[in-house]
């Protein structure tokens, strides 16, 4: 079975222009909602975004809602449990192609990485390391 894994270097969900991400006004509430748009840069992409490593600047103290866990997918997409890495790995393949192509290099390492990949970091852990 595939397990979801955060990939160094990618950033694909970090675009958060809510024209690409309709679901988000349904899916947070009033508090995270206007957290989330406070975090959209002029660019599209969030503020604490870094493009030239692709990094996340405050990962460690990241919203609730950029956070792949159990708890944070059943409460904002439903998602049991058991579903999470497929449901996690679809997505981050969705974002990937969005953002760098449906042929991307990036899409091919993602797709690699969940391919081969045996045991996942904790996701508490930075993937950045």
Known sequence: MKKWQCMQGC????????SDRCEVP?????????LYQSLIGVDGWCIHFEPLSRRCRIYENRPRFCRVTPEVF?????????E???????CCCEHIS?????????????????????DPPPEDSPPFD
């Open 11 to 18: 950033g694909a969900c970090c675009y958060l222009e809510l």
């Open 26 to 34: 349904t899916i947070l509430n009033a508090e995270e909602f206007a």
């Open 74 to 82: 059943e409460d904002l997409y439903g998602v049991t449990p058991e």
């Open 84 to 90: 999470l890495d497929e449901f996690a790995i679809q």
């Open 98 to 118: 969005d953002r760098y192509g449906e042929r991307s290099f990036e899409l091919l390492r993602y797709e690699y990485l969940v391919k081969h990949s045996v």
